[in-house]
Each structure stands twice: as structure tokens, then as C-alpha cells.
């Protein structure tokens, strides 16, 4: 298949997507959701149907075998989000990135959404049998967005005092959300070889199919209360935007072929599966960390509202490339 012909394929497989986002969007502007519906909606997604899915996706698609030779994937996102943050550092010292906005542009690079742009989008993509694969990635977000990424939020308030540490607790519930609990239940019912009955099964299955389309409608909504109109292009913003969009995912494709050199590859859909996540857009509570840490509120918001726009141009272009790694 040539460049245009790739191009034209991976525009058609998020068209849907793209209506699914501009349903929240035109229903939120047709006031048709109140300011509690979207946290509400998140709430469900992430506490209800996300977990559900995730257990029902792990009991279909996951063996004990395979799990094992999951094990590699972990690797190749582990060294990613590690040079990740090296790469983000270098350029935080370089172009001298003001106090407030440190913590949240390493973040920027380094961490996606993964739960309410990179699932739906995995599953539209790929299909339920990515779930082990996106499993892979997610992991290692969340272990790096909360075990790390938000220290560095912290860790950055320009109100503090020089040597002044910062005051944070490490909160276990952070990482370890409903999602990820929702994954060690079903590694733990997978190696105790527990069966799932019927109504149980069936029950989990209609629930959380729900995800895809509901996450996908908060993201239309999401759009629409943070306003197209208060993005910004500065300098700050656009470092960000490569990282996220460029940096990041070339990482991500590097590593893939030294290991694929090396002789360690990795299945087609694995490979494309971390590279889409790599390219997600920024995570959505950025802005709420940053307020915590009395950072540049503004810049986080931002960055997370031009990503999300522009990952609609992204992901046909990012499904195009990779389809000749």
C-alpha cells in the first residue's frame, strides 16, 4: 500500500471516532449536559465500566503464556518514559522553561491519556484483541504519572522557597485507580484459573462496553468546556506539542526496531499499539495537578486542549507511518 493509500485507510478507520467526539461536543453546546455531567461521566468510565472491561478483555484474551511474553512489551514502555524524562530535562535546562510550567511540560512529554483518548481509540483501531497490548502501556503510565510525574508537578511550585521542599503525601489510591485494581483482579482470577459465570460474564461484558463511546463523548465535551477559542501556539506550548507528538513516539519506534535488530520483535499489533499510545494527547488532570501545586494553570490547560485537538490530525498520520516500520 502506498503513502496516499495508508493515509486514506487510517482516516477512515477514526472517522468514526471523530463523530463520536463531535456528538459531546454538539450536545454540550446544545446544552444538553449540565456542569456535573462530565465528572459524573468520568467518574462511571473510570470506576465502573473501565474496570469491568478491563477484566472481561484480560479473561477473553490473556493466557498465563502469554501474559509472560507480555513481559517484553513492559521493557520497551519502561525505557521509553525513562529517556522520555531525560529528554524532557535537557530541554526544561536549554530553553530555560520558567518555574510553574517545568513539572507540567515533562509530564507533557513523557505521559499520555490513556484512559479516555488511547483506550477508545485502541479499541476502534484494533479491536478487543489489543486489550493485552494497551494493558502493557497503561501500566506504565500510570506507575509513571504517579509514582514520578506528579512529584515533579509538586516538586515545581514557584511559590515555594528556595530549598523549601514541597509538602506531598503519597497517596496509594492514586496508583493504583479502579482501572489498574480492575487488572490485578483479573491476573489474579487468570493464574487461579477461577471461572467466570455467565451472569457475571454477561453482565461485565454489556457494562463495559460502554467505554469506548461514553469516553469518547467526554473527550467532545471536555473540548467544548475547556473553548477552541483560548488555544494558544507560544513557544512553550509548541516544545510540548513536538515532545508529545514527535519525541516521544520516535522513542518509542526506536526502541522497537533495536529490539526487532537485536532479535527480540515484537508482534505487528503490539508495536502499533505502543506507538499510537506513545502519541496520545496530554493527561486530562494536568491542569487540576498544576492548581494543587499553584503552577501555570493556563499553560496546562492549554497544552492539554491543543493535543487533543490535534491529535485528530495526528492519528491518521501516526497509523500511516508505522504501517512501514
Known sequence: MNFLGAFMTSVASVFTILLMMALGYLLTSLGWFDENFSGSLSKLIMNVALPANI????????????????????????????????IAYLVVKIARIRPGRRGVFMNMVVNANTIFVGLPLNLALFGSKSMPYFLVYY????????????????NDDPTKQKGQKAETKFNWKKLLPAPLLGFIVALLWLFLKLPVPNWAGNTLNYVGSLVTPLSLIYIGIVLH????????????????????????????VCLILLGSHLGHGLPSMEMQTLVVQAAAPAL????????????DVEYATNLVTTSTVLFIVVVPIVMTLIQFI
Not at 57 to 81: D, E, P, Q, R
Open 284 to 295: 486530562a488532570v494536568m491542569p487540576i495537578l498544576a492548581n494543587e501545586a499553584h503552577g
Open 55 to 86: 477484566f472481561m478483555s484480560v479473561m477473553s484474551n490473556l493466557t498465563v503464556n502469554k501474559l509472560v511474553s507480555l513481559s517484553s512489551g513492559l521493557i520497551y514502555s519502561f525505557a521509553a518514559v525513562i529517556i522520555g524524562y531525560v
Open 139 to 154: 501500566v506504565t503510565n500510570t506507575v509513571s504519572t504517579w509514582a514520578f510525574g506528579v512529584f515533579l508537578i509538586s
Open 225 to 252: 468546556n475547556a473553548g477552541l477559542k483560548s488555544i494558544k501556539f507560544d513557544r512553550d506550548t509548541l516544545l510540548g506539542l513536538i515532545g508529545r507528538f514527535i519525541v516521544t513516539p520516535a522513542i518509542m
